[in-house]
């Protein structure tokens, strides 16, 4: 293996480096990967625009660190694993070896407080760490984030085995496809009352990037009724009704009085019963209220990070209208080999492969990144 591995390093807001660092020293329950694949996240972003808080107000608030190798969407090859841990790596405790392409959950829990013992799927413990966000890179093990050439995987990270047939692509985007597990926990709620989501319900998606295209494509999966797409970018809301919507509402050509009217025009003066948040944009979370019927389900997922501050009308928005809401900062570790299965099934009705836009060297990382932050762009994604 080489003495010094290339990486992408973000060492402060608004900076990318190319950097030589130290190859990582192999640990027990630990794997080193030569990278295929590293996807640019919207917490990415967030970090490279000065938006580094992390679940704030909670037990687990931390700011992601600088300088750090980031890259949480990742698919790699396995190149280095200790022949103890080849039964215990894996998620479910199948043989993982040196070839085998891998993908990981980002979250690493501690496993032993509170939240840890009682939360089962959801990575909401109190000393969460995440691969790309909390791992300095100017200390071992260096590299543990996917925008390098090889990436460590710390202990305790969930490991997934990818199928040999699975597009690369593909692989960097799973991660995101299970953060749409968002709408499975609205169907939970849809037994009583009208309320979750319901078979033939409408959806509307604010803000359909990636995150917000998978979004769409998942409501269409779970049987929703009408999908509307709203966003600044007629060519992603152009995609988006390739990937299952059935409306499209322009913001840079309507006022928000006349969304609302839109929405409320296409569901007989309801509403939507369903409005998801993927816009990353903390204003859009009162017009999302408007454009929810009395009884509906709002779920915010797109402001993984502190993104400022907005105002509602709390009986208008909230009490008036009976509303579910459900927050997510997070996606179920228990959910990616269901997601990659559903990628495959779906691959020739949905064209996952078109979200991945953009793909740059780790020598072009600085310029990925501003690509990424270009409203006619989807994923950017960096390779060795």
Not at 31 to 53: P, R, V
Not at 241 to 265: L, Q
Not at 270 to 276: F, L, Q
Request: charged residues 25%; proline residues 5%; contains cysteine.
């Amino acid at each position: 293996m080489p003495d010094k591995v290339k990486a992408a390093v973000m060492t402060a807001p608004g900076k990318i480096e190319v950097q030589m660092l130290p190859y990582p020293k192999l640990e027990r329950g630990a794997l080193i990967l030569k990278m295929e694949m590293s996807g640019i996240c919207g917490t990415d972003k967030h970090a490279y625009q000065g938006q580094t808080l992390l679940y704030g107000g909670t037990e687990a608030e931390q700011h992601i660190v600088f300088p750090a190798v980031h890259g949480h969407e990742n698919i790699g090859e396995i190149v280095e694993i200790d022949p103890r841990d080849r039964f215990t790596i894996e998620y479910h405790g199948n043989e993982l070896k040196v070839g085998d392409r891998v993908t990981m959950c980002p979250n690493v829990i501690c496993g032993h407080c509170y939240y840890c013992r009682h939360i089962f799927a959801y990575p909401f413990c109190a000393k969460n760490t995440t691969i790309g966000l909390s791992y300095p890179s100017d200390r071992p093990p260096y590299v543990v984030g996917g925008w390098a050439e090889y990436m460590f995987v710390p202990p305790k990270a969930w490991v997934y085995k990818v199928p040999d047939d699975f597009p690369t692509k593909l692989g960097a985007l799973v991660e995101l496809f299970v953060v749409t597990a968002t709408l499975d926990r609205a169907k939970e709620f849809s037994r009583l009352e009208a309320r979750g989501f319901g078979f033939g319900d409408t959806v509307v998606v604010q803000g359909v990037g990636p995150i917000g295209l998978l979004h769409v494509t998942k409501a269409r999966i779970l049987g929703a009724g009408k999908i509307i797409a709203v966003d600044t970018s007629q060519y992603k809301l152009n995609l988006a009704m390739e990937f299952g919507a059935d409306y499209a509402i322009n913001m840079s050509e309507t006022t928000k009085e006349e969304r609302v009217a839109r929405v409320r025009e296409l569901t007989d003066g309801r509403g939507a019963d369903v409005v998801v948040e993927c816009a990353g944009v903390a204003d859009a979370l009162p017009e999302g209220l408007e454009m929810m019927r009395r009884g509906g389900t709002y779920i915010e997922t797109g402001n993984f990070v502190d993104t400022g501050e907005t105002t509602i009308n709390v009986h208008r928005h909230l009490a008036a209208k009976n509303a579910l809401v459900i927050g997510n900062c997070n996606h179920p570790h228990s959910g990616y080999y269901r997601a990659m299965e559903m990628m495959l099934r779906y691959n020739d009705r949905f064209p996952f492969e078109k979200l991945v836009t953009h793909v740059f060297k780790i020598d072009d990382a600085a310029e990925a990144m501003e690509k990424s932050l270009d409203p006619e762009s989807l994923k950017v994604a960096i390779v060795p």
